[in-house]
């Protein structure tokens, strides 16, 4: 089931999974690019939070969340918003109000990464919310996957504590009296 956050990978076939070849390929080719100081300052100067907002298909979100996944995305850096957009975010915060809704992924014709965000963050206080889009976007950008592992309590929990770590250098701590993720 899916909690307040959560990030998956549409691949091309359509199914909430994703490759992790072509994952690990397309790593490789964003730090060629991330190492490359020419192609940083051009990016730089080309990139901005407003590319996202402004992308019909990069949100889908409820009217109560928008300023905070907006307030969310002016934090970050440039590289970051950069990175999210090399891999076709997709942050889905439907109203709660939303009581079903299907959306066909397969036809993007490119691999996505869906950031789900549940409606009952409506409820939350700002902080809190804000920490939570930031923590989800820190999952997209450290590359974690939800690939079934042998581990994967050991390695969730390691994910949890790097997200909630890159969170809040950009500014987004957890909220006081908060432990870690519960999922």
Known sequence: SL?????????????????????????DQFEALENDQEYREHADEHTSYEQLLEDPYALWIAPELVGHVEAVLQKLPKNVIRKLIDRNILIFAPDKNLGGESYDLQAYEVDRVLVYLSP??????CDQVRQTVAHELAHVVLGHSEEPAPNARV?????????????????FPRPAGQGSDPR
């Not at 009952?120 to 206080?125: R, T, V």
């Not at 390695?155 to 500014?171: F, H, S, T, Y």
């Open 3 to 27: 909690g307040t956050g959560e990030v998956r990978v549409a691949g091309s076939s359509g199914s909430l999974g994703g490759g992790k070849m072509e994952d690990e390929n397309l790593e």
């Open 120 to 125: 009952d963050l409506q409820n939350e206080p």
């Open 155 to 171: 390695v969730g929990k390691i994910q949890e504590r790097q997200a909630d770590e890159l969170a809040e250098q950009w500014g």
